[in-house]
T-cell receptor, first 115, second 112 residues
Framework: GAVVSQHPSRVICKSGTSVKIECRSL??????MFWYRQFPKQSLMLMAT?????????EQGVEKDKFLINHASLTLSTLTVTSAHPEDSSFYIC???????????FGPGTRLTVL | GQNIDQPTEMTATEGAIVQINCTYQ??????LFWYQQHAGEAPTFLSY????GLEEKGRFSSFLSRSKGYSYLLLKELQMKDSASYLC?????????????FGKGTKLSVKP
């Protein structure tokens, strides 16, 4: 199956700093990637849809100025958590679909801890 | 709107069979997904159903009834490594399969 990578896998930062998370499709082109957030013992919640070459579409309740998404190429999307606070500590997961089938491929996730 | 319901937790014995149910309500329908997620890891794809009936894939099978808004995941010959959360998911508004609405997941514990 297709492979999606994320970097970093784990990050610890101080409150008020910004953190960038990269999501890459390694062996296919993804015009659309998705960013999810998962708090402990809860399900994945879609944050935004990242479209190559255009602005991301954010879900209701997700601050677009706080969670900056850039989809500069067909294989790379980045999520920047700006001015991070402890309540932003979560597991962030990206996913992408290729155009050939209905399967959605998930990255391994990034564990963010804000102190 | 969308609503997905799954049992929160289930326990089963190694070697047994377990059925995890999922009911959903969506504005439209464009398929239903099952994912497996081990603690601290990203979900991995198990199955996709868009037509009614049972689809078998090795030890795992998935069933869909669109008229009832109901699906189940059947796991046979349970192994300890099957201990994980199982997530039911549907595309919102019957639209693109790209973004998904997930249920809260069913945590399955397999005991010796």
């Amino acid at each position: 199956g297709a492979v999606v990578s994320q970097h970093p896998s784990r990050v610890i930062c101080k409150s008020g700093t910004s953190v960038k998370i990269e999501c890459r499709s390694l062996d296919f082109q993804a015009t659309t990637m998705f960013w999810y957030r998962q708090f402990p013992k809860q399900s994945l919640m879609l944050m935004a849809t990242s479209n190559e070459g255009s602005k991301a579409t954010y879900e209701q309740g997700v601050e677009k100025d706080k969670f900056l998404i850039n989809h500069a190429s067909l294989t790379l999307s980045t999520l920047t958590v700006t001015s991070a606070h402890p309540e932003d500590s979560s597991f962030y997961i990206c996913s992408a679909s290729d155009s050939l089938n209905n399967e959605q491929f998930f990255g391994p996730g990034t564990r963010l801890t804000v102190l | 709107g969308q609503n997905i319901d799954q049992p929160t937790e289930m326990t089963a014995t190694e070697g047994a069979i377990v059925q995890i149910n999922c009911t959903y309500q969506t504005s439209g329908f464009n398929g239903l997904f099952w994912y497996q997620q081990h603690a601290g890891e990203a979900p991995t794809f198990l199955s996709y159903n868009v037509l009614d009936g049972l689809e078998e894939k090795g030890r795992f099978s998935s069933f869909l009834s669109r008229s009832k808004g109901y699906s189940y995941l059947l796991l046979k010959e349970l192994q300890m490594k099957d201990s994980a959360s199982y997530l039911c998911a549907v595309p919102p508004y019957g639209g693109s399969q790209g973004n998904l609405i997930f249920g809260k997941g069913t945590k399955l514990s397999v005991k010796p």
